[in-house]
């Protein structure tokens, strides 16, 4: 059965702090994709990366990071010089969905995080 | 980029009421969409696979017939809550066809 986890339920960091958001999946399929979303207060999914079961490279966008072990079954998320305006409910969630059909997302529980001035 | 839009943004309605909720995928074509469920600082949890132009698949314990869906065409699906109970009060939010494209979400609040 797919099952993600995220141990974090809140996190609480002062402004310019690095902070890494963990994620630990469970599936019995060789191919899925993985994701991570932010949802600020006003409740909408903010999509901020996707990635395949076969691309374990890690991804960097700006202050966002990504590292990806199969090994370990991990997909952890991590921000640098954090701020104020990251202070959101990040999901990593999974899917077995092909690419051109989208998919079911299992989501996590869902890290709280609190970046302080 | 692909937007998808939600109606009405929030809802207050009576017990025993029904209410519908729109999806809609403003600049594409989506022949599958879901819905998802968010009770207050839990997770999101699916609902249901909306397909065009068939009968809907139910995740293990939603009520079909609870929450009808209609997705009647390329563009729009509906979830209609009938008869709500103050425990269907959730954030309803729904996604078009690929992973990112997620409505704004719609809360409902039965009172």
């Known amino acids: 059965a797919q099952k993600v986890t995220q141990a974090q339920t809140e996190i609480s960091v002062v402004e310019k702090e690095d902070v890494t958001l963990d994620c630990v999946y469970e599936?019995?399929?060789?191919?899925?994709?993985l994701f991570w979303y932010k949802q600020p207060p006003s409740g909408e999914l903010v999509f901020l990366i996707r990635?395949?079961?076969?691309?374990?490279q890690n991804e960097i966008s700006g202050r966002y990071s990504w590292n990806f072990q199969k090994s370990t079954s991990s997909f952890n998320f991590t921000i640098t010089a954090s701020q104020v305006v990251d202070s959101a409910v990040y999901f990593c969630?999974?899917?077995?969905?092909?690419?051109?059909?989208?998919?079911?997302?299992?989501f996590g529980q869902g890290t709280e995080l609190s970046v302080k001035p | 980029g692909a937007v998808v839009s939600q109606h009405p943004s929030w809802v207050i309605c009576k017990s025993g009421t029904s209410v519908k909720i729109e999806c809609r995928s403003l600049?594409?074509?989506?022949?599958?969409m879901f819905w998802y469920r968010q009770f207050p600082k839990q997770s999101l949890m699916l609902m249901a696979t909306?397909?065009?132009?068939?009968?809907?698949?139910?995740e293990q314990g939603v009520e079909k017939d609870k929450f009808l869906i209609n997705h009647a065409s390329l563009t729009l699906s509906t979830l209609t809550v009938t008869s709500a109970h103050p425990e269907d009060s959730s954030f309803y939010i729904c996604?078009?066809?690929?992973?990112?494209?997620f409505g704004p979400g719609t809360r409902l609040t039965v009172t």
């Open positions: 990635r395949n079961s076969f691309d374990e």
């Open positions: 996604s078009a066809e690929h992973e990112q494209y």
């Open positions: 599936t019995r399929d060789t191919t899925y994709y």
């Open positions: 969630a999974l899917s077995e969905a092909t690419e051109f059909q989208g998919g079911k997302l299992i």
């Open positions: 600049d594409f074509q989506a022949t599958t």
């Open positions: 909306s397909n065009e132009g068939s009968k809907a698949t139910y």
